[in-house]
């Protein structure tokens, strides 16, 4: 499957590892809400969110892991679901609410990011935006999550430190409010 990050990009983009996107030619601008703030991108319809907010935004806390819809490193809540941002595309998002890691960290420092601290749950921390993501929107609709609801919503976020025990625990110290 060729994900959205490996799309035919326009001649008026290109995009480098270290440099990111470049402009080259006027673009559409789209208007999009991210982290409560109304924002204005200019920007092919086809690049996906992940880069409007890693590069045209400035919010590097969301992760670029596989770019094909594997990984999870790239969750962000869309209308308050958990979504890969590399695989939507700017000119869908529309008016739908978006929030990334740094606002999602702004509003709940407690007690799930406090309950990631507390449980150290990360070791390289590459994937841990991610894992928070995917984690606030179970509690959002869980708030008491067994288990099992943990292993199904959190199992598609891949963590190649293991770090998936510290999870559950962190998980159930936020849902328990300790
Ligand atoms: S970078 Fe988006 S799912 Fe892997
Ligand atoms: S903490 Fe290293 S990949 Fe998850």
Not at 69 to 79: D, E, F, L, M, S
Not at 91 to 106: M, N, Q, R
Not at 107 to 124: G, H, M, R, S, T
């Amino acid at each position: 499957m060729q994900g959205l990050c490996n799309f035919a990009r326009p001649a008026v983009w290109r995009c480098g590892a270290r440099r990111g996107w470049r402009k080259l030619a006027a673009m559409p601008v789209y208007e999009i809400n991210v982290n409560g703030q109304p924002r204005q991108v200019d920007a092919p319809a086809e690049m996906p969110l992940l880069w409007v907010l890693r590069d045209l935004l400035s919010l590097t806390g969301t992760k670029y892991g596989c770019g094909i819809g594997q990984c999870r490193a790239c969750t962000v809540h869309v209308n308050g679901a958990p979504t890969f941002s590399c695989q939507l595309a700017v000119s869908s998002v529309g008016s739908s609410p978006v929030v990334t890691i740094e606002g999602l960290a702004a509003e709940q420092k407690e007690p799930l990011v406090a309950a990631w601290e507390e449980e150290d749950v990360p070791q390289c921390g590459y994937c841990q935006p991610g894992q928070i993501m995917s984690a606030a929107a179970l509690l959002a609709r869980t708030p008491r999550p067994t288990d099992a609801d943990i292993d199904t919503a959190m199992s598609p976020n891949l963590c190649r430190c293991g770090t998936y025990n510290r999870i559950r625990r962190a998980i159930h110290r936020a849902a328990e409010g300790v």
